[in-house]
């Protein structure tokens, strides 16, 4: 056990999921002198979406992120990123971040007994996330730029002086991601025919595509599925094949005009037969509103990018059917409440008296 590890409970035979890093081991970069720090991410639910299925024409399934330990995704990656710093002996670690990032490296640094550093831009950052990083102990710095420009800051930082980036540049933060795949082939048995999902700075594409492909290389799966991509309209340099100075988007995780990892989601792409395409803020946050509504998954804005990208293919019709698809919803909608209580009707104010309540209700 490492320096970090989880003790073990003693319990009746109950067991939990012990992270991605001990259940994946084989597969992943550690060894024995890898100090593991891990808040037990990953083994998230996947749920089948009977309203979704319906209304598209084909199995959808939900793989929900927002369940992670800080409600994103990013939690797989991060483990792997510390876990990573801490056996190099780092003391402080760094992130550009739009939100999840930084809530999930303070989160998993203050839990190796680092220093989490923190870089978010100007303006829109999700008040949750923020809350998040200020909790987890971090030093804020708010970069006077974008997204992009605080990466830039990051990446200087960490060349110059003694502290970690684990932005999803660093190599360690794919390796993690990629269990997303390995537990999707685990719980179906199989890869599905189309994977969808968000695309900011486009690592989580990257992150599936190499677990569906070690899977499949190893027999683990059959086949390999296609990868579909969706960047937000003011936000989509992939799609448009240029860099966005000024990127804008109500998806705040997504509102990235130059991908780091670029290359590597084209590459995703074309070799599964993919698809990159965008979607406008406002089919966000109808999926989003969907998604809450008829699954009872909560998730943020970015999130429902996936879903919003399927819809508007069915409705071009360029939607296959009878297909098994898998959706990557990839945080938790109460980092970014404003949405939905915007336009929200307020309640109906009743007396203590069930009579006037049943009426308001309509019973
Ligand atoms: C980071 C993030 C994304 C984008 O993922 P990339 O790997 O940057 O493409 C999407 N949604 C949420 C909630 C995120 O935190």
Not at 48 to 56: F, G, K
Not at 98 to 106: D, E, I, L, M, V
Not at 194 to 223: C, F, M
Not at 313 to 335: D, N, S
């Amino acid at each position: 056990m490492g320096l970090f590890g989880n003790k073990t409970a003693k319990s009746s035979g109950a067991h939990q999921w012990r992270g991605v890093i001990e259940e994946y081991r084989d597969r992943l970069p550690v060894s024995a002198k890898t100090p593991i720090v891990s808040l037990r991410e990953g083994g998230t639910p996947l749920i089948y979406a009977c309203y979704l299925s319906e209304l598209l024409g084909n199995d959808v399934w939900i793989k929900f992120e927002g369940t992670n330990p800080t409600g994103s995704f990013k939690d797989r990656g991060m483990t792997m990123a510390i876990s990573k710093a801490a056996e190099d002996g780092a003391k402080a670690v760094i992130c550009a971040s739009t939100g999840n990032t930084s809530a999930s490296a303070a989160a998993y640094a203050v839990k190796a007994g680092m220093r989490p550093v923190v870089l978010i831009p100007n303006g829109k950052i999700a008040m949750g996330k923020l809350a998040q990083a200020i909790a987890h102990d971090s030093t804020i710095l708010q970069v006077n730029g974008n997204f992009d420009d605080c990466l830039t800051l990051a990446r200087d930082l960490a060349t110059d002086y003694p502290v970690a980036l684990v932005n999803s540049v660093n190599p360690y933060r794919i390796e993690g991601q990629k269990t997303g795949a390995f537990e999707v082939v685990d719980l179906l048995g199989d890869a599905p025919d189309l994977h969808v999902l968000p695309v900011g700075n486009a690592g989580n594409i990257t992150a599936y595509w190499k677990g569906y492909r070690e899977y499949n290389q190893d027999r683990i799966s059959s086949k390999l599925p296609q990868m579909w991509g969706f960047q937000a309209a003011g936000s989509a340099p992939i799609v448009k094949n240029k860099t966005i100075t000024n990127p804008e988007t109500i998806a705040t995780a997504i509102r990235i005009g130059n991908p780091a990892s670029w290359a590597q989601a084209i590459e995703a792409r074309d070799s599964s037969g993919g698809v990159i395409d965008s979607v406008t803020d406002r089919e966000i946050l109808a999926a989003y509103r969907l998604i809450a509504a008829k699954e009872g998954i909560f998730v943020e804005p970015s999130s429902a990018a996936g879903l919003a990208g399927l819809i508007k293919y069915k409705k071009a019709k360029k939607l296959p059917t009878g297909k098994k698809i898998v959706i990557t919803v990839t945080g938790h909608g109460l980092k970014d409440v404003q949405w939905a209580l915007e336009g929200a009707a307020k309640p109906k104010i009743v007396p203590v008296n069930a009579k006037a309540a049943a009426k308001a209700l309509g019973l």
